[in-house]
């Protein structure tokens, strides 16, 4: 993963899944294929936007209810989803993934509506 475009950790949207690809470069939200680039894109939020930031990222059970995909279209291996995550809150559907950085930092399942900062990235 090479990160093209963290200025969206100032900015804030939506997740679409039909406009993944985001900035002049059109890369998309980032997707996280080892513990190395979870760590890396947890650090590059505090960094950017501070610990409690929530961010989006590239996953999606959008298509089917609880197959996780990446919108990149990369293998979906991840598997270090906060404790009890991904559940769908009170039932309300929440198709969309955003890392919360909150405490040590975990990923969760979050409706797709609500307005956050997003990490786009790229391969070179």
Same mark, same amino acid.
């Given at each position: 993963?090479?990160?093209? #475009?963290?200025?969206? =950790?100032?900015?804030?949207?939506? +997740?679409? =899944?039909? &406009?993944?690809?985001? &900035?002049?470069?059109?890369?998309? =939200? ?5 513990? $190395? #680039?979870?760590?890396? =894109? ?10 409690? /930031? /929530?961010? +989006? ?10 197959? +996780?995909? *990446?919108? $990149? ?7 270090? *989803?906060?404790?009890? #995550?991904?559940?769908?809150? /009170? ?6 993934? #955003? ?9 969760? $399942? ?15």
């Amino acid at each position: 993963m090479v990160m093209v #475009e963290s200025g969206g =950790l100032t900015a804030s949207t939506q +997740w679409d =899944l039909h &406009g993944s690809q985001k &900035g002049p470069l059109k890369a998309n =939200l980032a997707s996280i294929q080892s513990n $190395d #680039e979870f760590t890396f =894109l947890k650090k590059l939020i505090i960094q950017k936007g501070g610990r409690s /930031r /929530r961010t +989006w990222i590239g996953g999606h059970d959008a298509v089917q209810d609880n197959v +996780w995909m *990446w919108s $990149d279209g990369s293998p979906f291996t991840f598997t270090s *989803w906060g404790r009890g #995550e991904p559940n769908n809150y /009170r039932g309300q559907k929440e198709p969309c993934m #955003e890392i919360m950085n909150a405490g040590s930092g975990y990923v969760n $399942d979050e409706p797709c509506q609500r307005r956050s900062a997003f990490i786009c990235a790229k391969n070179a």
